[in-house]
């Protein structure tokens, strides 16, 4: 059997990846990625990143404003993002979320847009893609009062908050997402974490270009280190990196409703 793997989480548009983009897809191909999906960040990036979808088959947009750039938005930005939303080729809703780190953007306004993402997942029957940072009480409570009792769509990206939080968001029907930093050292917490999530809600990640998982750490970041994140999930899974490629392989498709 071999490796077969999807990044549910990159910024393929970043200037990072401006210089050897070719050679960037070419070595996620052969590393077993095959599939790639790369999150919008604003108006803007949504537009990039579906065009370089139009071009790369393997290439699978999401679209929708950070919650770090909701402050920055033109009024029709908003209006664009939910015609994207609604294209064939789009297969999420993101990145929104909120973000308590960076203090920029007022948490009411990063709550409005994430309210907004989460109404667009259900309009066009999307998942929606969480970025949370220092902010999980906040995203949690949100997350409920959305839910109201019915299962939401949507995936916790980038997870590193604590198992009661998995907890509540595998109750709410999100699935989670590890990324690198399920690999870095001292986070043994997270990796005990990580073992408790049933098998069908896990899915692998970059957050390409930053994130990059130990043996790369601190370097920039790119979809086929997915499979450095996968290895320490079949690890503490008591998988092997094959069987696990395949679990979140399978959880992604059908998520995403990817073909
Ligand atoms: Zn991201």
């Not at 939910?82 to 789009?90: G, K, L, N, Q, Y």
């Not at 970041?221 to 999930?233: D, G, I, K």
């Amino acid at each position: 059997m071999s490796l077969n793997l999807i990044d549910t989480h990159c910024h393929l548009d970043a200037k990072a990846f401006e210089q050897d983009f070719a050679e960037v897809l070419q070595r996620a191909t052969e590393t077993g990625v095959k599939r790639i999906l790369s999150i919008g960040i604003s108006r803007s990036s949504s537009a990039t990143v579906m065009q370089m979808a139009d071009k790369h088959p393997e290439i699978f947009p999401v679209v929708g404003i950070h919650p770090n750039y909701t402050l920055q938005t033109e009024p029709d930005d908003w209006d664009r993002i939910i015609e994207m939303a609604h294209h064939d080729s789009v297969v999420g809703v993101g990145e929104t979320g909120l973000d308590r780190y960076w203090k920029d953007v007022p948490i009411e306004i990063q709550q409005d847009y994430f309210r907004r993402h989460i109404r667009l997942s259900r309009d066009t029957g999307k998942p929606f893609v969480v970025h949370c940072r220092d902010a999980e009480t906040d995203v949690v409570e949100l997350l409920q009062e959305e839910s109201q009792g019915q299962p939401l769509s949507g995936v916790m990206h980038s997870f590193c908050g604590s198992g009661e939080t998995a907890k509540i968001c595998l109750q709410l029907g999100l699935h989670i997402s590890f990324s690198g930093m399920l690999t870095y050292r001292r986070n043994e917490e997270l990796r005990a974490t990580a073992a408790t999530i049933p098998l069908d809600r896990l899915l692998v990640e970059t957050d390409a270009p930053y994130l990059a998982p130990q043996p790369r750490r601190g370097k920039r970041n790119e979809p086929a280190f997915t499979a450095m994140t996968n290895e320490v999930l079949a690890e503490v899974h008591g998988k092997t990196a094959e069987e696990m490629g395949e679990i979140t392989t399978r959880n992604a498709t059908a998520l995403f409703q990817l073909h």
